[in-house]
């Protein structure tokens, strides 16, 4: 239970640097996205790895924590990438045409 406790505050924290790292487009879409889509990630790889039985082993425990923060920040850069641009470019067509109508 710590573990997992453990993994969501550093994934966690992950996704709040990523949020800082983006300084282009972070105003698009909220602070807590990803954050909150590292933790999520991070606790299912955990999850999975750890019913998969690559914990608790002599030479795998380390699995489940290094795929969890991989896949904490391969997802929460993947998510401020896509979501930024779709979001900014969305914004961008809706503004042009409210304007356009008046």
Known sequence: MVDL???ALMSG?????VWGIDKKRHHAYG????????????LLTWIITVSAGLSYQPG???????????????FSVAASLLLGRSRIERDTARLTAILRSH
């Open 60 to 74: 795998l425990t380390w699995v489940p924590w290094i795929a969890s923060m991989i896949a904490a920040i391969v």
């Open 13 to 17: 924290t992950v996704g709040a640097i």
């Open 31 to 42: 602070e807590l996205l990803p954050a909150g889509i590292a933790v999520l990630t991070a």
């Open 5 to 7: 406790v453990i993994i």
